[in-house]
């Protein structure tokens, strides 16, 4: 029989570990699977882009895969059986069961409310493609003069409010911010940022948080109000429920405790990549849930699997560190903050029209990646061992 593969999701980190395991084991001895909601591959860096109104290029998963041999299954996971190594499926014909040898589950996160009031019923966000959809119909009706508060001063807030301040100069956009307003951005680059926010006429509210959400704006937690008749909330991601339900060993945040391989602590069945998996970066810092992580995550999952299923002693361990942080602010300017290993801000950076057109590679360059996951050939190698292996070491 076939060694079942099972890739649960396909965003970078799925994707991304379903055609390199597809580049590394022999079709005759392996049966990959990946399951996913959409049909296409959503490049969830983009959203704010979607939502603001542009057209963005498809990325069909069946002609992603074709000629590799993975097969696709759009359905939606409801459950997960670690123990009988089965998948609780839904899709057009009704419910159905997936069995497998080994799974990678990669099924990410969407926005995380942090249970203040009034977000789910309130407010937008930008975490998946339905999601930004939503927030691209909004702002269509919302006419001249209108108000639009972002909620949140990380990456995806920084780029959503300079897309929509950029896109609609007719509204009047602002940014509430826990923080300072780039806190973590050295010096220049703060500056520099702050620049971008006057020239876009953004009003920034920093050290400041959100109490409650309602269909007016926002209440800060020292009782201020910051009307908005659009309020979009980026505070951050939560992973999928769907793991914590299970017997797998899982972190507070619900994300699935795995070792430098990516493998499960308690499940030596299951892989976790991308926003699902609690892994340990530089300096025993975890990699924070981003594209950045989550694709050194898949080459390292598919790697150990195939190194384990096919005998090999010894594979390349995977960069699993930081290098930069690329945030666009529109479509003309952008922040290449340059870091170290784990995620602390360097002296050096790149803005302006240079950022942007950095940053623009490096998406381009991901979404690349997901159809050409190794970078030179490989040859395929057959499965010697199965249940039983001795597993190899990263060289």
């Excluded at 006057?198 to 937690?221: F, M, S, W």
């Excluded at 499960?264 to 530089?282: C, N």
Aim: hydrophobic share 45%; proline share 4%.
């Amino acid at each position: 029989m076939k060694h079942r593969i099972v890739v649960l999701g396909a965003g970078y980190a799925g994707a991304t570990a379903a055609g390199r395991l597809a580049r590394r084991l022999h079709p005759d001895d392996t049966e990959i699977t990946v399951v996913n909601a959409d049909p296409d591959f959503v490049e969830r860096v983009r959203m704010h882009q979607l939502a603001t109104g542009q057209g963005l290029k498809t990325h069909e998963l069946s002609r992603v895969y074709a000629g590799t041999g993975v097969r696709v299954r759009q359905a939606r996971v409801t459950a997960v059986d670690v123990d009988r190594r089965t998948v609780a499926l839904v899709d057009g014909d009704g419910a159905d069961e997936l069995a497998y040898d080994t799974l990678v589950y990669a099924l990410g996160s969407a926005a995380a409310d942090h249970g203040v009031a009034g977000v789910a019923e309130h407010a937008y966000d930008i975490s998946g493609r339905s999601a930004a959809l939503r927030l691209r119909d909004r702002l269509a009706h919302l006419g001249a003069g209108g108000t639009v508060l972002v909620v949140g001063g990380g990456l995806t807030g920084l780029e959503a409010v300079t897309e929509i301040a950029e896109a609609r100069p007719d509204l009047d956009v602002a940014l509430a911010a826990r923080g300072g307003l780039g806190d973590w951005l050295t010096a220049k680059a703060r500056r520099h940022l702050r620049g971008v926010c006057d020239r876009l006429g953004i009003t920034v509210h920093e050290d400041t948080d959100i109490a409650r959400v309602d269909a007016t704006g926002a209440v800060t937690a020292d009782g201020r109000v910051i009307p908005a008749e659009v309020t979009v909330w980026t505070t951050g991601f939560a992973v999928h429920p769907i793991a914590a339900a299970t017997t797998l060993t899982v972190a507070d945040t619900g994300q699935i405790v795995v070792d430098a391989t990516m493998r499960s602590v308690s499940h030596p069945d299951v892989y976790a990549v991308g926003d699902a998996g609690l892994a340990e970066g530089p300096g025993g810092r975890p990699l924070r849930m981003s594209c950045a992580s989550g694709v050194p995550m898949a080459w390292q999952a598919a790697d150990a699997i195939a190194a384990r299923l096919t005998g090999q002693r010894k594979y390349a361990k995977a960069p699993l560190r930081y290098f930069n942080q690329c945030i666009s602010l529109g479509r003309r300017d952008g922040i290449i903050q340059y870091v170290t290993a784990d995620d602390r801000a360097k002296p050096s950076f790149l803005a302006g029209r240079l950022a942007a057109r950095y940053k623009e590679v490096v998406c381009k360059g991901a979404a690349w990646g997901i159809a050409h996951p190794v970078l030179y050939p490989v040859r395929r190698r057959r499965i010697v061992a199965t249940r039983t292996e001795t597993v190899p070491t990263m060289s």
